[in-house]
């Protein structure tokens, strides 16, 4: 798997790190404050939005995870790329208007205002270590794999480091506005890239889709499977995928932080919606080709190898470079926006409520100097993931430790008035406590069951301790509630007059379908 690189690729790669690195510190000469550093301004309109959120989420973990899955069990894996809309749905409908009406900079800060400041910082501290050690961490890690296929004596520790600094420069300068500027680079050329080698790929197979199909093993393009699959069975498709989702889109800093930095409510919607729509492209340029892989080389023996596999062995010179930069696109997006929302969670949760006096300079130094610690760490971590059984395992085993206590405070807490802080900070530290002896057990091969249906248990045991525990104790505010749940208004926040073409529940409407459509299809 070996593969000389062209100079002409070479001068591609290089050339993306140059325009990266330009734009990124031409935008820090104009951040001047927390919000500029941390929010961009609050100046970000639909399309930055919307590409912003595409580019940060595919990762080059994902990439290389994703193609990796659907070699080994199938196209399953696509469903937590496609439905995402769903859950970008319930964050147009009901999250985007509570949280931008409180005019927070953290996600951690709306739990402090719906419930109290243990909720915050508990879920502060979570947030920040799921970001560095595996959002980071995970997408270092594939990038690193993915450039020792081209330069086999790399260190992947050292090659980790430098990608993270790379990324550690550019957002400690410009923050947030850096960020997903050069996302919308990146989210651009990752498209074309994966594009290019799908369309190559099938081309291999004289573009015809039961050559396909027939190559693979049965079922391998369906997205129900049995309860003994290894990938995805059906009960983890209905009990944690849509946990899962919720969790990730509507309250994860590393994700949720460029729309809080959005114009207003209308633009934020509109880009939320968009990169619903762009969250389908993955299963046909990422996932697909994987699941392709297989009639041309059926003897990877590890699903990470996979897509380096496919870049090597199927694209000309000069599109490996192209390819090649759409990787470290997605590594990049990844990093940076992790990098910028663990600093922004550490000095607005933790420094700035302890330092009453800090200036606005002494926030953009705290957070320049958070971004560079936070990239060292997991430069360090990245090389230790490989000691897991797959890069995607690893991300998913570690997503429901934490997402099930997190998503009931959040999505049960927006309707259940009754929920209040006693409730909400027992269910993060039970909750919590129980997944990770759930995944101990799985270690020492006493637990059985897949890691999506766990999900799906713990939602309800989270659900049980915050409904109990609120009930037991002391009601919250009424009158305060009233602004922090869900009420009928939100609905339509901000789009009162406008026409139907620009009112964003048609363009939900169309979302669903489609979805629909897809899954109807893949059934």
């Known amino acids: 798997m070996e593969s000389t690189i062209s100079n002409i690729d070479i001068g591609i790669v290089i050339s993306y790190f140059l325009i990266v690195l330009f734009i990124g510190l031409w935008i820090s000469r104009k951040t001047k404050t927390g919000e500029d550093l941390f929010l961009g301004g609050r100046t970000f309109g639909w399309g930055i939005i919307g590409l912003s959120l595409f580019a940060s989420n595919i990762s080059g973990s994902t990439i290389v995870g994703l193609a990796g899955a659907a070699y080994t069990t199938g196209i399953v894996n696509s469903v937590y790329e496609w439905m995402s809309g769903l859950p970008l749905i319930i964050a147009a409908l009901i999250f985007i208007p509570l949280y931008l009406r409180s005019k927070i900079t953290t996600i951690p800060e709306f739990l402090q205002l719906r419930f109290d400041r243990r909720s915050q910082k508990f879920f502060s501290i979570i947030t920040i270590f799921s970001t560095i050690m595996i959002e980071t961490a995970g997408a270092l890690y594939a990038g690193s794999l993915v450039l020792q296929t081209f330069f086999p004596d790399l260190v992947m520790w050292q090659t980790s480091l430098v990608l993270a600094v790379i990324a550690g420069i550019y957002t400690a300068g410009g923050g947030l506005k850096a960020v997903v500027y050069t996302d919308a680079i990146q989210a651009v050329i990752l498209i074309v890239g994966c594009s290019i080698i799908t369309w190559i790929l099938f081309g291999k197979l004289d573009y015809d889709w039961a050559r396909v199909v027939a190559a693979a093993p049965e079922g391998h393009f369906s997205v129900v499977q049995p309860l003994d699959d290894e990938g995805l069975p059906w009960p983890g498709l209905l009990m944690g995928v849509p946990f899962l989702g919720f969790w990730y889109w509507s309250t994860n800093q590393y994700i949720f932080q460029r729309v809080l930095g959005a114009k207003d409510i209308q633009q934020a919607r509109w880009g939320v919606i968009f990169a619903g729509f762009l969250k389908i492209i993955p299963l046909f340029i990422m996932v697909i080709p994987g699941a392709m892989a297989i009639s041309l080389f059926p003897d990877i023996a590890n699903g990470d190898q996979v897509f380096p596999t496919l870049v090597t062995k199927v694209l000309p010179v000069g599109l490996i470079g192209l390819v090649l930069a759409g990787v470290i696109s997605a590594i990049m997006s990844s990093v940076d926006s992790a990098l910028n929302s663990s600093s922004t969670l550490l000095v607005i949760d933790f420094i700035k409520p302890v330092k009453k006096d800090v200036t606005e300079k002494d926030i953009v130094k705290y957070g320049r100097i958070s ?153």
Do not use: C
């Open 371 to 523: 971004t560079l610690v936070f990239m060292v760490i997991a430069a360090l971590w990245a090389p230790q993931i490989q000691n897991f059984t797959g890069l995607w395992d690893y991300l998913q085993q570690m997503f429901s430790i934490i997402v099930p206590p997190v998503a009931v405070i959040f999505l049960v807490g927006v309707f259940f008035k009754r929920g209040n802080g006693d409730g909400a900070f027992w269910t993060l530290v039970l909750g919590t406590l129980a997944g990770i002896g759930l995944f101990v057990l799985e270690q020492f091969d006493m637990w059985h069951l897949h890691y999506t249906i766990n999900v799906g248990l713990m939602i309800l045991l989270s659900t049980v301790i915050f409904v109990v525990v609120s009930l037991m104790t002391p009601a919250p505010d009424a009158e305060k509630m009233k602004l922090l749940t869900y009420r009928k208004e939100l609905l339509m926040d901000g789009f009162e007059n406008v026409p139907w073409y620009k009112n964003y529940i048609y363009h939900i409407v169309v979302l669903v379908v489609v979805i629909t459509y897809i899954l109807i299809w893949l059934w």
